[in-house]
């Protein structure tokens, strides 16, 4: 059979035929890693993060960059076509009526730059009850250029986006697959003549790859004794036909593919449909040559290749890439060469990064090589900085006389100016400095008053570890105001969660206290645009007692940095990264208390935090509260700070890391021990070894309770697993752009994973030791379902925090975590104890541990 050439024709077949084949489903949620974040691209482009008005609705779509093919009257001229905006006539209406098969008319937005685009929104023309003209079809064009005009299609193969049914409602439609483009046209379709009008708004985050097409050979199709593998890129929006041309598709679309391949993010579709992949006998030469064009020349750092190593079945990462830079129109002689570091042992698809070594280059052709019968990307992107260039040209002689000398006058007027300019700015800068030292003072005395806390920041965004003073009271636990963010409209029965307490007879009583303006205030007593290092969202921080941060010092050794070989990016933030490395030489700078499990002449793997060196003083300063009260933290399920890199930019902390990764991640590739994993050759964890997980996190947690530490994340992915089943407890979840979908974003402050949060933690923003209890039966839950499942998947985000709201009336509506198949009543019991709703029922760490730890020692749970 041919490779599939494109979606549009193979969709109907394709769908019948593997209508059956098991398929994994990912549900979306928001949240903000931050407008990214960028997040690398990598982070910055998936879907679930990139959803950010872009500026129809706000106004930073500026009137000139609005235009359409024509207009009813200059009162509904284009740029009256914002979203929930009622200017002018109210909408943008054509000159026309529009016809079936009249697809002239069209709304255009000029982005300006390019940008990734996975939502629009449209809506009719109301005019406060006098117009009642909308679309209720419409398609999308889009261009990168602003030449050459692509038609969006579904991952289905179809055009027409259905609109809206009246002239007053918002509908908002998720691009799947999203588009990168400058331009954007809106095109109103229908099924009769009629008079159409239209708001639109588009939701995405700017392109910072910068990458304009790719061409690269068609993908092929790979024989599995079941059934075939389609590998092709089925979203390419450029030619293909041998190979592929000038366009984008899978490989920039914001989605990694699964570690077995052969499933799929996206619901009902064929084998391989996240991946493009080619077999060796197809290029005698070893290697797949692809070449990406971007948009102007730029400073190449890296270049992300996101790899399936499914090596059962012959697919493993390249093993050499080959890269030539092309700056104007001439190639680079010398090509950069990478071989990466792929474990065997590790079937799990990852990024791979290349670093570019800063070449300067606006197209980049590498050849990726061979290291097995497959080779399957998923996604492809770029960290670069726009190239600089001394545009200054070269002064050319005037002619004039030595002796001659030009006139000067205008140019002591000039500098006159600046010079009056310049005073005037400082005095502005002085009174907006003193206005803001003022607010800080009555800021800090209001403070005093209400509550005697020493409050620090105990960790960056992402590290979400949190101390609270033994004798907190209520009025410690108030946090700044947030209001919970959605960009989907949702049903009328919906409630916020502050206004739903506000409503309960028995929250009257308190709503004082806790409650201003009907916005509950999260819990720290001081909060906190802490920008973090390893994250890219505001997560307020509670309060640190005086004794941990002026206690005596515990001496941290200065590792040397060139003993660091980097492995792996894990995580990323505003202000810094997470990174996998490699350590020689660390058993002489370690505290004798830690022990690895390896000669002293191998290298130790690491988890490096490094603060890069353009953060801002407070976040230089909560680093190094960190360090300091990370060096006292001694637990042996408690990840150790072991080094530090503090005598020169960047800052850097060293912490342990365990071989296998994060526990979630961990049991998703194991199977419960059975007759299914025996015909399944799958690798299994045990019941007994599922249970001393737990007793461990048990252990770990009642630490850090006796402390008065409260983690607020406690989750399987924030958990290391070591050999032998070891865990200790992280806190690196927040970081990874793989766990976004656990976070839901409350606007302008934090993110929240409050599918393992109590309801008091999201309704009234109290975290207490009583909390991370309940989070600890969530992680329970997650363990013994082997991490195959999110907590209440079957609810979305508005729901699970609706159902808090059952919790606190407690009339038995509530709905709780299920049983999960293979776990015993004794056990569950123990996860309901830790979702009762009065915080004082709730069983303590010790309780926990001492019941799991006899239970596993009788080995009757």
Known sequence: MEPLAGLASNTATQEQHFSSMPVIIIPLYFQTLTPFVILSWTDLNSNCVCRYPLGMSGGQIQDEDISASSQWSESTAARYGRLDFEEGDGAWCPEITVEPDNLKEFLQIDLRSLHFITLVGTQGRHAGGIGNEFAQMYKIKYSRDGSRWIS?????????????????????????????????????????????????????CEWLDGLVSYNAPAGEQMTLPSYPVYLNDSVYDGAIIYSMTEGLGQLTDGVCGLDDFTHSHVYNVWPGYDYVGWNNESFPSGYVEIMFEFDRTRNFTTMKVHCNNMFSLHVKAFRQVVCYFRSETNWEALPLSFSPVVGETNPSARFVTVNLANHMASAIKCQFYFADAWMLFSEITFQSDTAMYNTT?????????????????????????LVAIIFILVAIIVLILWRQVWQKV??????????????ASLSIQSETFAYNHNQSSTTSEQESNATYDHIFPLGPDYQEPSHLICKLPEFAQNSEELVQDGVPHYAEAEIVNLQGVTGSNTYAIPAVTMDLLSGKDVTMEEFPRKLLTFKEKLGEGQFGEVHLCEAEGMHEFMNKEVLFDISEGQPVLVAVKMLRSDANKNARNDFLKEIKIMSRLKDPNIIRLLAVCIHSDPLCMITEYMENGDLNQFLSRHEPEGQLALLSNASTVSFNNQCYIATQIASGMKYLSSLNFVHRDLATRNCLVGKNFTIKIADFGMSRNLYSGDYYRIQGRAVLPIRWMSWESILLGKFTTASDVWAFGVTLWEILNFCKEQPYSQLTDEQVIENTGEFFRDQKRQIYLPQPVLCPDSLYKIMLSCWRRNTKERPSFQEIHQALHTALIWGHV
Not at 172 to 199: G, Q, W
Not at 442 to 455: G, M, V
């Open 442 to 455: 009555l800021e800090k005395a209001s403070r005093r008053i209400l509550d005697d806390e020493l409050t």
């Open 152 to 204: 969006w299609r579904s991952r289905q193969g179809k055009q027409v986006i259905e609109g809206n049914r009246n002239a007053y409602d918002i509908v908002l439609k998720d691009l799947e697959p999203p588009i990168i483009a400058r331009y954007v046209r809106f095109m109103p379709v229908t099924d009769h003549s009629m008079n159409v009008c239209m708001r639109v708004e588009l939701y995405g």
């Open 393 to 417: 040209p070269t002064q050319p002689k005037t002619g004039l006389p030595a002796n001659t000398q030009p006139d000067d006058s205008n140019t002591r007027l000039l500098i006159g100016c």
